[in-house]
């Protein structure tokens, strides 16, 4: 109550003081007003003893008041404990209070539930064993941080707020504390997430540096898996600058042992192709992440159609997608540490951006157990095809990558020209792009075909006659760092093979050609090769991260496709000819094949960007386009099903500092596995929505726990490691060095002081006083 | 009719009565057969006239002078007696100050009354003078046992409120006191020490055998007085407020100064003195202090 009281305003504190400060003024001026009279006859002797002792009894009594008003002041003082709220204080008058900082571990392979206890359990003892204890004693204060909450705070604080990161921060421990802590305990339970320990322990030690004057011990809750702790140098150098700001580090295990999981590591379209209306194949890799073998392994999975909204009145209130059952995907059995992939189709008949969904059955880890994803299909793929003059090569290709009018690819004719004019956006409404023996680029098309491709964009070249040698070499490879793999040097002839049985094209193992790679009498024996353009005889594979997929048959092993990554992108470089002219590949009937698997493979970077994680921001590329200040996103809610609407408004100013566009959903709202969806309108009107499948991080699952020697080696040998079967707080009762003990030591001094002073004062009844009477 | 019992406690009556009261010094007379006495002779004979004084005896008036002159005198004679013995008891207002049952005066008188019915049980004569600046009241040198009531009375008259003079009392004593005897002072002596041992040595100079029966009351020789108290002087008017204990070592160091001088100056003009407190049992004083005497008379 007193504590409260003095705390809650300075002026209350100032009039007590005051106020008790006067008191023995008034009590003495009082008592000199109340006297006695005593009719004395030896009136000489006193006088005398007056005149020599007059100095000696005003200093005494002097000594007397201040000696009163002290003793006032430091009652005042204990009953409230002013002073314990400053650490300068306590630094001044006694010990430093013992600050206990405790991070828990909330990612969500806490919840791994082992005969019915999860390590969040655990750690929920931990934690209210230590409230207990330290609810005893004086000069305690607590602190509680969640390691997702920390992961936030480092991911998003901008300067040194730092009070919203802990649930409790540096709180003082009174006999409510225990309360407080029961009621934390329900907000403290396994998050979505998979999160580090670095961050907490960088901001506890934050926290620890800006408090001085407190002596300070960190509690590490956690169930200290491999994959934070071993060999891991952040967290090492974070424990270390823990000890450096004078803290004591203890880490507490709350796991003891690991149960049968598995973890769906992915589920990703098996192709780029994605057209409505064209079935799309998913790839589904199962991990078993635990230490024993599960069979019988039982996959729902489910999609749900999200066709493009149409007409203004579209509202993510009303947009729901249509959920349908897939067949059940069965494993047999998945051993130990193996992954097991499935592929299942799914069809979606209109373009949108469509859901699937699959489930494991729960074990021991739930959150794990079931991934979203997100396929964006349109009415068709559009591929740009610059054959400048058109030609047959454009035919060729054209007709590969729709044979039948099957694959919903549609090709769209371009030329040098409209490379050259055409801006990044133009560029990126393509799946990917065939330049077919074009001569030369002009400047500012390499430019925008650079951009377009480190995007996610993939640019396959077919060389041919047209093509500027000098100009490809100079201005496209430019060292190894351009937009074309290698540097040419001259056009070779292919010399015709006397060996039917020997092809002139000889693929490597790659997706572009897994179709010919192991297969008997592929067709691609029968085709011949004229003429090639090739690198010079110094260029070798992996020169600015070329790899040759394909060479031509012979010693020299020439390069027939040779690949590059630039950026998210991939770029393609085929040196012969895509029609007759310098190779027949064009009539084998393995080229519609290798033109599909060339566009998929290289336009797979477009894709990449679908994936998110929990508790990691989701930020929107709005282009060149310009949109309206207030969007709505929408949030996964406790059901699958269930949708959660927020309506945000964009910070321009911040985007600008920032040099970010910030639109889109901040990390602490990505708490929850699902579908979240950013719906924003154009200053123009038409409406964009970008729904994305936030998953939860699969490196959490790893759940392999680190032998104590290995956590000892990574938090350094002034660390305690305990069990929290065998936690047991290291408490100092510190009553000699406590704030309030020192004021009552200093009270109780100052009280025989006063005591003293006031005997010798003659205000305390003499031994042998028999009282003076006087007789008239 | 006076209380002659307030002032002789039948106790001390009895411890003195088994002590013999004894002069230091050869005075002028004694009780038969116990005082050696430097006159010889018988009472018979005429002395002087002296003006009469109230409490002397009727019988004693010369009646032929008051017939002749119309006034009353007295006949003195060389008495047989032969120990006058004359008391001085102080009546100042500082001897109205007492913190136990009798304050200083009561004590004085008591001890007055109590040596004037011994003197008398021996036949030896006593009289009396109580004073403050001045003499106020005067019994005459009587050895008649009646003599005891009006010294009595004149010892209950109480305490004046006036200050103490005692040089000019003592002197006075000297130059009245028509024959050497023992002159007994019961008196606080709360005056100015030099006059009044100037006092004393006046009297011995006369030839007078001086005792001094110094009466202080407990607190004034503990002082264990404690809290706020406002002292006023019984005989100057100045006050003091004070916290007592704060000042009383100062104030034992101050009377044990005045008590060293007054000793000191007793004993270098050989005049008894014996320091009395109003706590004491006068049954236990008295025969300490004439035993005392008595061992001194032995050592002459």
């Known amino acids: ?776 | 009719m006076p209380d002659s019992g307030k002032f002789l406690h039948p106790e001390a009556i009895r411890r003195i009565s088994r002590l013999e009261l004894r002069a230091r010094h050869i005075v002028e007379g004694f009780l038969s057969g116990m005082h050696r006495s430097p006159w010889f002779g018988h009472s018979v004979e005429f002395l002087q006239h002296r003006q009469y004084a109230p409490g002397d005896d009727l019988r004693d008036v010369d009646w032929r002078v008051w017939a002749r002159q119309d006034r009353l005198y007295v006949k003195q004679y060389e008495e047989d007696t032969n120990l006058r013995c004359h008391l001085l008891v102080d009546t100042s207002a500082s001897m109205s100050f007492g913190s136990g049952p009798l304050d200083k005066f009561d004590y004085a008188a008591t001890i007055a009354a109590t040596l004037a019915w011994l003197m008398l049980r021996q036949q030896d004569a006593v009289g009396a003078v109580t004073f403050d600046s001045v003499v106020r009241g005067r019994v005459p040198v009587r050895s008649r046992r009646k003599h005891l009531a009006t010294l009595i009375s004149a010892l209950e008259t109480g305490t004046s409120g006036e200050k103490t003079d005692l040089f000019r009392i003592l002197q006075q004593a000297a130059a009245t006191f028509p024959r050497r005897g023992l002159t007994i002072l019961i008196s606080d002596l709360l005056c100015d020490v030099e006059q009044t041992l100037r006092g004393l040595r006046l009297l011995r100079g006369r030839g007078h055998d001086v005792m001094v029966f110094h009466i202080l009351d407990d607190e004034e020789l503990d002082f264990n007085l404690d809290g706020p108290t406002r002292f006023e002087s019984l005989e100057s008017g100045g006050q003091l407020r004070c916290n007592p204990r704060a000042l009383r070592d100062g104030y034992l160091h101050a009377l044990q100064e005045f008590l060293d001088q007054v000793r000191r100056g007793c004993a270098s003009h050989k005049v008894d003195y014996a320091l009395v407190r109003t706590s004491d049992p006068l049954d236990a004083v008295l025969p300490r202090y004439l035993s005392n005497r008595l061992g001194m008379h032995h050592r002459n």
């Open chain 1, 1 to 776: 109550m007193f504590q409260n009281l003095l705390s809650s305003s300075p002026w209350v504190w100032s009039g007590l003081a005051i106020g008790l400060a006067v008191l023995p003024v008034l009590i003495h001026m009082i008592n000199h007003f109340r006297f006695r009279t005593v009719r004395w006859a030896a009136m000489d002797f006193l006088l005398a003893s007056h005149r020599r002792n007059r100095n000696r009894v005003w200093l005494k009594q002097l000594l007397l008041l201040l000696s009163r008003i002290g003793v006032l002041l430091l009652v005042l003082a204990s009953v409230s404990r002013i002073g314990c709220n400053s650490n300068r204080w306590a630094g001044w008058f006694a010990a430093s209070p013992t600050h206990h900082y405790v991070l828990v571990d909330d990612s969500y392979s806490m919840s791994e539930s082992v005969g019915g206890v999860a390590p969040i359990d655990r750690a929920h003892q931990v934690l209210q064993h230590l409230s207990g204890q330290i609810s005893r004693l004086d000069q305690q204060r607590l602190t509680v941080i969640r390691w997702s909450r920390a992961a936030q705070w480092a991911e998003t604080t901008e300067g040194d707020d730092d009070s919203p990161a802990a649930d409790l921060n540096g709180v003082e421990v009174d006999r409510e504390i225990n309360a407080r802590v029961d009621s934390l305990l329900a907000r403290i339970q396994p998050a979505s997430m998979a999160v580090a320990p670095r961050d907490a322990l960088e901001l506890a030690g934050q926290l620890i540096r800006r408090r001085d004057g407190e002596k300070s011990t960190v509690y590490v809750l956690s169930d200290f898996r491999n994959r934070d702790w071993a060999a891991a140098p952040d967290v090492a150098n974070a424990i270390v600058r823990l000890r450096d700001a004078g803290a004591e580090v203890e880490l507490v295990r709350c796991a003891e042992q690991t149960a049968a999981n598995l973890v769906i590591k992915e589920m990703k379209p098996a192709g780029s192709i994605r057209v409505a209306g064209v079935p799309l194949m998913m790839e589904l890799s199962v991990q078993n992440v635990s230490g024993e073998a599960v069979r019988n392994v039982q996959i729902k999975a489910s999609s749900a159609a999200f066709p493009d909204p149409e007409g203004a009145a579209a509202s993510p209130d009303l947009a729901n997608g249509t959920w349908t059952g897939l067949p059940v995907l069965f494993i047999e059995s998945i051993e130990p540490g193996e992954s097991v992939t499935r592929e299942f189709p799914v069809f979606f008949s209109q373009p949108g951006q469509h859901v699937v969904h699959a489930r494991l059955p729960d074990d021991a880890i739930v959150s794990d157990n079931q991934v979203w994803s997100v396929i964006r299909l349109g009415k068709s793929a559009r591929v740009l095809i610059v054959d400048d003059p058109p030609g047959d090569d454009a035919r060729f290709v054209a007709l590969g990558l729709n044979p039948g009018g099957m694959t919903g690819i549609e090709s769209v004719p371009g030329t040098r020209a409209m490379l050259r004019d055409a801006s990044i956006g133009e560029l990126a409404q393509y799946e990917s792009i065939f330049l077919l023996d074009v001569d030369r680029l002009d400047e500012s098309a390499v430019t925008g075909l650079r951009a377009y491709v480190e995007q996610g964009g993939g640019l396959v070249y077919f060389t041919g006659p047209r093509v500027n040698l000098e100009q490809y070499t100079t201005q496209l490879y430019t060292k190894g760092d351009g937009i074309f793999p290698l540097p040419l040097s001259r056009v070779a002839e292919v010399t015709l093979s006397t060996d039917a049985g020997v092809a002139d094209i000889v693929p490597q193992r790659h997706p572009v050609f897994s179709h010919v790679i192991d297969v008997t009498n592929s067709l691609l024996g029968l085709v011949q090769v004229k003429q090639v353009l090739q690198p010079p005889l110094e260029w070798t594979a992996g020169t600015g991260g070329a790899r040759v997929l394909a060479t031509v048959r012979g010693e020299a092993r020439t390069p027939l496709v040779v690949e590059k990554s630039l950026g998210r992108g991939t770029i393609l470089a085929v040196l012969t000819t895509a029609g007759p002219e310098w190779s027949n590949w064009c009539r084998n009937g393995t080229f519609p094949a290798t033109i599909l698997l060339m566009q998929e493979y290289v336009s797979r970077g477009r894709a990449s960007d679908t994936r998110h994680i929990t508790g990691a921001p989701i930020f929107l590329d709005s282009g060149e386009r310009t949109f309206q200040g207030e969007y709505e996103i929408v949030t996964p809610g406790a059901d699958l099903k269930d949708r959660v609407v927020w309506r945000k408004t964009a910070d321009p100013v911040k985007a600008i500092a920032t040099g970010r566009d910030r639109e889109g959903v901040s990390a602490s709202e990505t708490i929850r596995p699902g579908i979240y969806e950013v719906w924003r309108r154009e200053l123009a009107g038409p409406l964009k929505i970008d729904r994305m499948a936030v998953n939860v991080d699969v490196s959490e699952s790893e759940t392999e726990l680190i032998d104590n020697r290995s956590l000892a080696a990574t938090a350094g040998s002034g660390t305690r490691i305990t069990s929290s079967r065998e936690f047991r707080p290291a408490l100092e009762r510190g009553p000699d060095g406590s704030l309030a003990r020192i004021l009552l030591v200093v009270l109780l001094v100052l009280i025989l002081c006063e005591q003293f002073l006031g005997l010798i004062n003659s205000y305390h009844p003499a031994r042998l006083s028999t009282g003076g009477t006087q007789r008239a």
